[in-house]
């Protein structure tokens, strides 16, 4: 079992109000707002942490992703990138 599938499976004893805090924190961790693929849809439809949620509604233009120099990703143990395009890191691995 890899970081992420720990985290998950964390995730998954906490409360729902444990839960929701814990989505609050890292969605203020996510940098996103900062990539040159955040575009201004994103912005207006207040789209954030793509990786624990689903692809963005905008359509996207892949302009780099800086996912890898996020928070989030090495307290996750995430893998990927690109999560506004390509769904959550869970829809990726196909769990
Ligand atoms: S890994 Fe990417 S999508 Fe996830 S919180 Fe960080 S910047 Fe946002
Ligand atoms: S998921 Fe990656 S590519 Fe998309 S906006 Fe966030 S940092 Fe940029």
């Known amino acids: ?3 992420f599938e720990e985290m ?3 995730m998954e004893q906490k409360s ?3 839960k929701k805090q814990a989505m609050a924190k890292n969605r203020a961790m996510c940098i996103c ?3 040159p693929s955040y575009s201004s849809c994103m912005k207006e ?5 793509f990786c624990a949620t689903k692809k963005s ?3 996207v233009e892949m302009e780099g992703c800086i996912c890898p120099n996020c ?3 090495g307290m ?4 990927h990138a690109y999560y506004c395009t390509k769904g959550s890191e869970k829809e990726i691995r196909g769990i």
């Open 45 to 49: 439809k207040d789209e954030l942490l």
């Open 8 to 10: 998950m499976q964390k």
């Open 16 to 18: 729902p109000e444990e």
């Open 33 to 35: 707002a900062g990539c």
């Open 57 to 59: 509604t905008c359509s």
């Open 71 to 73: 928070p989030v990703t």
């Open 1 to 3: 079992m890899d970081k």
């Open 76 to 79: 996750m143990g995430l893998k």
